[in-house]
């Protein structure tokens, strides 16, 4: 007969075991579950991002939509922003709508939003109503190929100045239930240069005054800060209700009121305030599409695949900054 092991042998055996079966435990654990959990929370802060690649990062390679695409499924984006005027080059071309929604769905991309500028904003009656006509035709070329969004930018307005805002917000509405019929969200854009909608509280107020469930902004990081206004003042918006943000980085030279958009460079390579916004952006619900929008000329000369790769990996590394 084995002898009784007291109770503190007992304890002592169990307490092994357990410990031993911890550290069996921990061992078959994946090297990801055994992050801290700080750790463990800005890795999750980080997927909360998609990247895409807004096609003006590679227009002067002057592609077409289908080899954009391609570019940027190669470089690892989620999804592309292309212009409007390139989905319906490819059209007149002769090629299928319908086969590219399906090759970019085929290579996990999503067309997350596209640019396009109709003057649905235009003090003239005809203008505007050209302007509904030509976003309602863009709305149908997004929708033709998967896409949800499309800008809509002060395209009609950039030089006129003191114009009313609650009749802006009226004509941003009825742009707002076009969208609804087409299926595709028109989301306000600012222009920093422009006289109307360039700085982000006039697009606040728009966006509010128009009373419309489907009203959202795209917002841009040079574009912010063309415009004068304030980076603190982003704290103010309910980011939840934002689908994709613009983001891309400025030098310090030359000086805000000379700089254009043709000096935009990438993420990180500039004196934007980035891990700040996309912190302040991701507190206030931020969950979107991170679009990567650049102009620079000297990118350009470049090979378009290095150019989006080069983007993608600068845009990652601000996140993590951010996200750390």
């Not at 570019?71 to 709508?97: C, F, M, R, T």
């Not at 310090?252 to 460079?265: F, K, L």
Request: with cysteine.
């Amino acid at each position: 007969m084995k002898p009784r092991l007291s109770r503190r042998q007992m304890i002592t055996r169990c307490g092994a075991c357990l410990t031993a079966g911890a550290a069996t435990t921990m061992a078959s654990l994946p090297a990801s579950a055994k992050e801290s959990p700080a750790k463990a929370s800005a890795d999750a802060r980080e997927r909360s991002f998609r990247y895409c690649l807004n096609a003006a990062t590679i227009r002067g390679h002057n592609l077409s939509m289908a080899e954009e695409v391609e570019v940027a499924a190669a470089a690892g984006y989620d999804g592309i922003e292309p212009w409007v005027s390139n989905i319906a080059k490819h059209a007149e071309q002769g090629g299928s709508l319908k086969d590219l929604s399906k090759r970019i769905a085929d290579l996990g991309l999503a067309v997350e939003s596209a640019i396009g500028f109709p003057r649905w904003i235009d003090d003239d009656d005809a203008q505007r109503a050209q302007g509904l006509e030509d976003m309602k035709r863009d709305m149908d070329l997004v929708r033709q190929i998967g896409g949800r969004r499309i800008a809509a930018p002060p395209a009609g307005a950039h030089a006129t100045p003191d114009m009313n805002l609650l009749k802006v917000a009226e004509r941003y509405r009825v742009v707002l239930e076009l969208g609804r019929t087409m299926g595709v969200v028109p989301q306000l854009e600012i222009w920093g240069s422009s006289k109307t909608l360039g700085r982000v509280g006039e697009a606040v107020y728009v966006a509010v005054e128009a009373g419309h469930e489907d009203a959202c902004l795209l917002l841009d990081a040079y574009h912010i800060y063309k415009s004068g206004s304030s980076f603190t003042g982003l704290k103010m918006i309910n980011w939840s209700a934002m689908h994709v943000f613009h983001i891309n980085d400025y030098p310090a030279d030359p000086p805000r009121e000379e700089i254009n958009d043709s000096h935009r460079v990438y993420p990180g390579d500039g004196i934007c305030p980035l891990p700040a916004i996309l912190r302040d952006m991701y507190d206030g619900g931020f969950r979107g599409v991170l679009s990567l929008e650049l102009f620079n000329r000297r990118y350009w000369q470049q090979d378009a695949r290095t150019v989006a790769r080069t983007g993608l990996e600068k845009t990652k590394a601000v996140v993590a900054k951010a996200m750390a």
